[in-house]
């Protein structure tokens, strides 16, 4: 079995969990989310846990039962405590603000770049060169962070840009002098 996928996920208190069909439903605190799940995984409640078992031995259902175990375990982690990014912007004059519902990052361009947010994600700014992005699903929360680096990625000889606030980057030496 799939050491993923054979764990039960516990469920906390406060959280509703829905099973209909093919469809898991996760409502908390922090909001609802749901996820279809292949027809070859069964998804089952007993005892304030869900397991999720697979129908087959096949490669294929090996990875999706460890998949959509982490995918429905991910849903109840957002909906409790919810899910956080951090990034670092570096650079010579370079800032960031809020206004309103947009994010204005001061890159080294000409022109301000504006980024409007999906729903159900936040973006704070708790100094002008940090940027935080909070939302309860785990995979739109780290797409909006890749979206918000790519507009400025870091630069290695200096490093300029937009980087996670974990990220290590190598340091490259620069051209040296003639002999």
Same mark, same amino acid.
Request: net charge positive; proline share 5%; hydrophobic share 30%.
């Given at each position: 079995?799939?050491r993923?996928g054979?764990k ?7 959280v509703? +969990?829905t099973?209909?069909?093919?469809d898991?439903?996760?409502k908390?605190? +922090?909001?609802?989310l ?8 069964k998804v089952r ?6 397991i999720l078992e ?11 039962h460890g998949? =959509? ?9 957002g909906v409790?405590k919810?899910?956080t990014?951090?990034l ?5 004059? =370079?800032?960031v #603000?809020? #206004? ?7 890159i ?8 409007t947010?999906?729903e159900?994600i936040t973006i704070d700014?708790p100094?002008?060169?940090?940027i935080?992005?909070k939302?309860i699903s785990k995979e739109?929360?780290? #797409? ?5 680096r790519a507009f400025k990625?870091p630069?290695? =000889?200096?490093f300029y840009?937009?980087?996670y606030?974990d990220?290590v980057?190598?340091?490259k030496?620069?051209k040296?002098?003639?002999k």
């Amino acid at each position: 079995m799939s050491r993923i996928g054979k764990k039960p996920i516990t469920i906390p208190a406060g959280v509703a +969990l829905t099973i209909s069909g093919n469809d898991v439903m996760v409502k908390g605190p +922090l909001g609802q989310l749901s996820q279809k799940v292949n027809g070859r995984i069964k998804v089952r409640q007993e005892d304030g846990k869900l397991i999720l078992e697979r129908s087959s031995d096949d490669k294929e259902d090996k990875a999706m039962h460890g998949l =959509y175990r982490m995918l429905i375990y991910n849903m109840v982690e957002g909906v409790t405590k919810g899910f956080t990014k951090q990034l670092v912007v570096n650079g010579v004059g =370079y800032k960031v #603000q809020k #206004q309103g519902n947009k994010l204005v990052l001061n890159i080294g361009y000409s022109h301000p770049v504006e980024y409007t947010p999906p729903e159900g994600i936040t973006i704070d700014c708790p100094t002008q060169t940090e940027i935080t992005v909070k939302g309860i699903s785990k995979e739109l929360v780290g #797409q909006v962070a890749a979206n918000i680096r790519a507009f400025k990625k870091p630069d290695p =000889y200096h490093f300029y840009g937009i980087r996670y606030k974990d990220e290590v980057i190598q340091k490259k030496e620069g051209k040296t002098a003639g002999k």
